[in-house]
Structures are given as C-alpha cells and as structure tokens.
C-alpha cells in the first residue's frame, strides 16, 4: 500500500521546498521529509501510514543530545544545575513552537480539516513535534553532524544563562506580581494531543480574562509552568 508521505502532489513538493528553505537543509530522501512534516490529523483523513510521530520521539532525543553537548562545550565552568536549566529552558515546547511559528513552519505542515477546524488550538503543539520530527529526520537522512547544524543555526542563540532565568519558580514568580496588583493568575489547559506515551498539553494563563501567557509541555504541570514563564517574560519586559 503506497504511503500518504511517499506521494509527492505539486503542493507538497511546494510545501516540502518551503520546510528546506526554512531548515536550510536539502533532503536526499524526500519521503522521510513529507513523513516529518505529516500531522496525525492529516493521516487519519488520508489512505496511509504516514505521520511524525515516530520521527518526533527521535528528534527529540537528537535535539537533547545536540544542546547538551553544546552547553558542556560554551561553559565549561558552569555547574551540572545551571546547564540543565539552560537546557530545559533551550527545548522546551514553548520555545521550540515559538523558533518554529516565527520561522513560518506552520505553512509547511500538512494538517487535516478536523485539525484546522480548532481554530489553530492544537498548532502549539503540532510546531513544536514538527520541528522535533524535522531534525530526527535529517539525522536519518545525514547524520547527527547535519542535524546539529541546522540545530543550532535555529536554536543556537537561545543557549545562553540567560535563557534559563525565567525557569526559576515562574508560577510563584507571577502570583508574586500579579499579587502586588491585587489580581490573581488563572490557568487552564487547552489542548492535549500526541499518543499516550507522549502526551503534549497547552496552558494557557490569564488575569483577569486576559491572556498573559500559553506554554507547552509534555504534562499539564509543564505547560503551566512554560505558560507562566512567558508572562512573567513578557510582564518584566513592559
């Protein structure tokens, strides 16, 4: 049976070129791209097999090793702590999503119409495996030094210390604020998608019913604490 991904129409080869000129990477094999770029929604409107699922669960293994090993190398004098918070803060969902909408990824996705029905609540996510799946798929078509350079051309500049200071009890941080202005932050979930083993949830956190922030993570918790981090960010910045 011919799969979903190995069937390249004018429009996904449009869309496959987009996804290339974002990474900035060429593929040899075109499939494990259109595989890497194949929400789940879209499959299950579509004969085939094909989605990024399995690609994600490598990438983002890949992606850990990559910032790992790049944030041993830039500090060497930074304890074992601090590099982990860089590192959390580097793959997080919130900011993979973000590298990923900025990037215009999003147009390269192929999404089902039950998915774009949503109203885009499941892009967050959707971003955030894509980019994973991408760079487990590079690895599988090169290997780990391609991934790493495209890796880092995207995500380089976030592994910094700096990046990691939101990390440091954000919720606590924004009732801490939010209190000061006597208000109180809400939270609430989203959405959740991804298969059991691999849950993906967005939170969203508000004052007052304006939204402050949304984040990303692999539990309700997670995304919670992303979401907080992005208001406390964006409340310190005014």
């Known amino acids: ?13 449009e869309r496959l070129s987009l996804a290339e000129e974002i990474l900035g990477y060429t593929f040899t094999d075109k499939s494990l791209l259109r595989e890497a770029l194949t929400h789940p929604s879209y499959t299950g409107e579509h004969p085939g097999d094909c989605m990024y699922e399995r690609l994600e669960f490598l990438g983002d ?20 702590g601090n590099m982990t918070k860089i590192k959390i803060a580097v793959v997080s969902g919130t900011t993979l999503s973000a590298v990923a909408g900025e990037l215009g990824l999003d147009k390269a996705i192929f999404v089902g119409e039950s998915e774009k029905g949503t109203a885009g609540r499941g892009m967050t996510s959707a971003l955030e495996n ?3 799946a ?6 599988l078509d090169s290997d780990l030094d391609s991934a790493r350079v495209v890796a880092l051309r995207l995500l380089g500049h976030l592994i910094d210390p700096r990046s990691a200071s939101a990390l440091d009890h954000p919720k606590s941080r924004l009732q801490e604020i939010m209190q000061a202005k006597g208000s109180s932050p809400e939270y609430r979930i989203t959405d959740e998608s991804g298969p059991p ?7 969203q956190v508000s004052v007052d019913g304006v939204v402050l922030g949304t984040g990303n993570g692999r539990t309700k918790k997670t995304a919670e604490m992303a979401a907080a981090a992005q208001a406390v960010r964006k409340l310190e910045s005014d």
């Open 197 to 203: 083993h691999s849950r993906s949830f967005t939170s």
């Open 61 to 80: 293994a890949v992606l850990d090793l990559i910032v790992v090993e790049e944030v041993f190398r830039r500090f060497p004098e930074l304890p074992e």
């Open 1 to 13: 049976m011919t799969r979903s991904c190995d069937i390249l129409t004018l429009e996904a080869l």
């Open 130 to 132: 894509t980019l994973e």
């Open 134 to 139: 991408l760079l487990g798929a590079i690895h």
